[in-house]
């Protein structure tokens, strides 16, 4: 499996006239950005957080690393990803290898970090939630990495009312294994695992634009190169569930409730 994505990967991006040791972060985030709306979605959530050179961060469901090594090049943090998916923690940090980078990426569980308490000035978690069952477990794992005055940025996908888009989507295959919260669940789940937001945001407008033009680039490997051929089915589902007021798209930050 390593070996197949890794060559799919090779392939689409040497196609793209793209030489991965002297890249940036940036050149192909096409490739590794596997979250609604890639990189500038990334850079903006950064901001929010107010991610500073020299900080501490975790990347929670890194995927092949594209935040990780964007927020290490671009914001000067010290970043370590963590992903369940083995292969893409394999080819990540072969690809961070390959372009110099400082991110390091780990592969483990959301809720159950191999992290100490306190180690991480910020945590950043995109499109992650919507994929774990245990949201209370998964909250409190980062709410114990995160150190007093750090900052937890997320950028997750929610319901709307208890709908469900059309599957299958970037989360999952099919609806018995996608776990949307609502946002009244999600901010509860928060604040049961001792975190409250302190700024937040929903970006439906803005991703909905990013689908489209997504689907308008039929010829664009990017991201099918990873989630394979199903993926411009999985963007339709997404964007219709967008425009069906279905789901919602929020980002922002939040702190630990106990320094508030």
């Known amino acids: 499996m390593r070996a197949a994505l890794k060559e799919r ?5 040497s196609q793209e006239g793209i030489n991965v040791p002297s890249a940036k972060a940036s050149d192909i985030a096409r490739f590794d950005q596997m979250h609604t709306r890639g990189l500038a979605s990334t850079r903006e959530l950064a901001e929010i957080a107010g991610f500073q050179p020299g900080m501490e961060i975790l990347d929670i469901g890194c995927g092949l690393g594209g935040p990780a090594r964007v927020l290490a090049e671009e914001y000067g943090c010290l970043v370590r990803g963590i992903d369940y998916n083995e ?6 940090n072969l690809l961070s290898k390959t372009m110099g980078s400082t991110a390091v990426l780990d592969h ?18 995109q499109h992650v939630s919507m994929a774990v069952s245990e949201k209370l477990r998964l909250f409190q794992e980062v709410e114990r990495v995160l ?3 750090g900052t937890f940025a997320f950028h997750e996908i929610l319901s709307i009312d208890g709908q469900h888009p059309a599957y299958p989507t970037p989360w999952a295959a ?13 901010l509860s789940s928060l604040s049961q695992a ?9 970006t439906d407008r803005e991703a909905a634009a990013f689908f489209e033009k997504a689907l308008s680039h039929t010829s664009s490997r990017g991201l099918s190169s990873v989630f394979g051929p199903q993926f411009p089915t999985m963007v339709r589902n997404v964007l219709q569930g967008l425009q069906d007021k279905k789901i919602t798209i929020v980002m922002g930050a939040a702190k630990r409730s106990s320094q508030l």
Do not use: N, W
């Open 9 to 13: 990967l090779s392939v689409a991006i």
């Open 87 to 92: 292969e893409y923690v394999h080819v990540g």
């Open 108 to 125: 483990g569980s959301a809720l159950d970090l191999p992290y100490q308490r306190d180690r991480f000035d910020g945590v950043l978690m």
């Open 147 to 149: 150190s007093p005055e």
């Open 174 to 186: 099919e609806r018995e294994l996608s776990h949307l919260q609502t946002k009244q669940e999600f």
């Open 194 to 202: 001792g975190l409250t937001v302190v700024k937040g945001q929903e």
